[in-house]
């Protein structure tokens, strides 16, 4: 009886030592060298990037080489792809026109069509909110490029028009998410049209400059070109990629994604360092949504935002916002811990076939050891087998969600945590 009770103390003790909330307690950001070490080793890449910033302080450190045989560190003026990290410069153009008043979320792709030009329907007409949150019905591309094309060429702007006049939207419009590259091009195409401008000078007017990231393009010179990350393989050319400018053409460097992380942190000190209020606002729950798919490579979504995804319920003190890309020879994530007002980004290009440890995941690594630099335990691993869920009550917070269709107003909903899983890089 004795042992049974000291038994079941310790279970108590134990059980109150698990419920205690974590507290944050930041670690110095040269800590982080050592997470670059774990994700560069584990990672099997020819070289990596990574940049972490919080408040006024900034770490960089570049790792492996940067290209095969270089015998070159990686250095902050090393230019990479961002692949699908473009998504959310688009956004943050979206977010900005919303704001001045310029588009509305729910504005119609259709107004914003080329001259003659039809945009499908599926019950619903497709608005810029379902582009920007992947709940457009429309497939993640428009078919396979034609042989030999470059990186992120393709489709160009009259291509992925003509094909839309004949597509079949998967689902209704807002009841589904799928992750659609070709959506966000069609989405920079509106926010041009509704500027009166080309959709890379409107990036340029409204982010880019304001940002100083002067070296953040989609024509990259014959010098930047020399200063590309390379793979263990050819991936092609480096050329102008304005094809895929919403969607995942852009190029930069760590020295402009300093700059970049600082403003999604709020950590800025320039007139240009603030977004606007919404930007980072979960839109949608995906407990509302019939299916998802695409969303989850770096963790089972709890929000979808514009352009975003969001790990964990918003009150959670490991609440992340995070955006994955990968393409072209390269892995790119970028990560934000709105508690601890610390940013992440890192790019990774591929290494020998087989070099990638097995059941290793970038995006899930970086998250962990986004985590860990403000004291914090890593997220849970989702169970391989997927059980019945059970609802958790949250405080009810302020979301914006679609109900009723095309009337957008704010009410208090309850936001489940998301965990993370292994998953293959998009």
Same mark, same amino acid.
């Given at each position: 009886?004795?042992?049974?009770?000291?038994?079941?103390?310790?279970?108590?003790?134990?059980?109150?030592?698990?419920?205690?909330?974590?507290?944050?307690?930041? *670690?110095?950001?040269?800590?982080?060298?050592?997470?670059?070490?774990?994700?560069?080793?584990?990672?099997?890449?020819?070289?990596?990037?990574?940049?972490?910033?919080?408040?006024?302080?900034?770490?960089?450190?570049?790792?492996?080489?940067?290209?095969?045989?270089?015998?070159?560190?990686?250095?902050?003026?090393?230019?990479?792809?961002?692949?699908?990290?473009?998504?959310?410069?688009?956004?943050?153009?979206?977010?900005?026109?919303?704001?001045?008043?310029?588009?509305?979320?729910?504005?119609?792709?259709?107004?914003?069509?080329?001259?003659?030009?039809?945009?499908?329907?599926?019950?619903?007409?497709?608005?810029?909110?379902?582009?920007?949150?992947?709940?457009?019905? =429309?497939?993640?591309?428009?078919?396979?490029?034609?042989?030999?094309?470059?990186?992120?060429?393709?489709?160009?702007?009259?291509?992925?028009?003509?094909?839309?006049?004949?597509?079949?939207?998967?689902?209704?419009?807002?009841?589904?998410? =799928?992750?659609?590259?070709?959506?966000?091009?069609?989405?920079?195409?509106?926010?041009?049209?509704?500027? *009166?401008?080309?959709?890379?000078?409107?990036?340029?007017?409204?982010?880019?400059?304001?940002?100083?990231?002067?070296?953040?393009?989609?024509?990259?010179?014959?010098?930047?070109?020399?200063?590309?990350?390379?793979?263990?393989?050819?991936?092609?050319?480096?050329?102008?990629?304005?094809?895929?400018?919403?969607?995942?053409?852009?190029?930069?460097?760590?020295?402009?994604?300093?700059?970049?992380? *600082?403003?999604?942190?709020?950590?800025?000190?320039?007139?240009?360092?603030?977004?606007?209020?919404?930007? *980072?606002?979960?839109?949608?729950?995906?407990?509302? =949504?019939?299916?998802?798919?695409?969303?989850?490579?770096?963790?089972?979504?709890?929000?979808?935002?514009?352009?975003?995804?969001?790990?964990?319920?918003?009150?959670?003190?490991?609440?992340?916002?995070?955006?994955?890309?990968?393409?072209?020879?390269?892995?790119?994530?970028?990560?934000?811990?709105?508690?601890?007002?610390?940013?992440?980004?890192?790019?990774?290009?591929?290494?020998?076939?087989?070099?990638?440890?097995?059941?290793?995941?970038?995006?899930?690594?970086?998250?962990?050891?986004?985590?860990?630099?403000?004291?914090?335990?890593?997220?849970?691993?989702?169970?391989?087998?997927?059980?019945?869920?059970?609802?958790?009550?949250?405080?009810?917070?302020?979301?914006?969600?679609?109900?009723?269709?095309?009337?957008?107003?704010?009410?208090?909903?309850?936001?489940?945590?998301?965990?993370?899983?292994?998953?293959?890089?998009?």
């Amino acid at each position: 009886m004795r042992l049974l009770s000291a038994s079941l103390l310790l279970l108590s003790l134990s059980s109150a030592f698990a419920q205690t909330p974590p507290v944050i307690t930041l *670690h110095e950001l040269k800590d982080a060298e050592a997470l670059g070490a774990e994700l560069y080793n584990d990672s099997g890449s020819t070289g990596l990037v990574l940049v972490v910033v919080r408040g006024n302080q900034v770490f960089f450190h570049g790792y492996g080489e940067t290209a095969p045989g270089s015998h070159m560190v990686p250095t902050e003026d090393s230019v990479v792809r961002l692949c699908s990290l473009t998504k959310i410069f688009t956004a943050d153009v979206l977010a900005k026109l919303a704001a001045d008043g310029k588009v509305h979320l729910d504005d119609t792709l259709q107004k914003y069509a080329p001259q003659g030009a039809v945009v499908p329907e599926n019950g619903t007409p497709i608005t810029l909110e379902d582009l920007a949150t992947h709940t457009s019905g =429309l497939t993640r591309e428009i078919g396979t490029a034609p042989r030999k094309t470059p990186h992120f060429t393709y489709p160009d702007y009259e291509t992925r028009w003509h094909w839309l006049a004949d597509a079949e939207l998967k689902y209704a419009p807002g009841t589904q998410a =799928l992750y659609s590259n070709v959506g966000f091009d069609l989405l920079s195409d509106a926010l041009a049209e509704a500027a *009166h401008t080309s959709y890379a000078t409107l990036l340029e007017t409204r982010t880019l400059k304001p940002l100083q990231m002067w070296e953040t393009t989609y024509y990259p010179s014959l010098e930047q070109c020399a200063r590309l990350m390379q793979s263990a393989r050819n991936e092609g050319p480096c050329t102008i990629t304005e094809s895929t400018e919403g969607s995942s053409g852009l190029y930069s460097t760590p020295a402009d994604i300093v700059k970049w992380l *600082h403003y999604l942190a709020g950590t800025g000190t320039s007139a240009a360092s603030a977004q606007p209020a919404d930007a *980072h606002a979960v839109y949608l729950l995906p407990s509302t =949504l019939t299916r998802q798919y695409g969303l989850d490579h770096a963790g089972k979504p709890s929000g979808i935002g514009l352009g975003w995804m969001h790990l964990g319920a918003n009150e959670d003190i490991s609440h992340i916002i995070e955006k994955t890309g990968g393409g072209a020879g390269f892995t790119t994530y970028i990560a934000i811990h709105p508690a601890s007002h610390t940013a992440l980004f890192v790019a990774a290009t591929d290494g020998p076939p087989h070099a990638w440890q097995k059941g290793f995941n970038l995006f899930r690594a970086s998250n962990n050891g986004l985590l860990a630099l403000a004291g914090l335990p890593p997220l849970p691993d989702e169970p391989r087998r997927r059980a019945a869920s059970r609802r958790i009550a949250r405080t009810p917070r302020l979301v914006r969600v679609k109900q009723p269709r095309r009337t957008k107003r704010l009410v208090p909903v309850t936001q489940q945590s998301g965990t993370a899983r292994t998953a293959s890089v998009h």
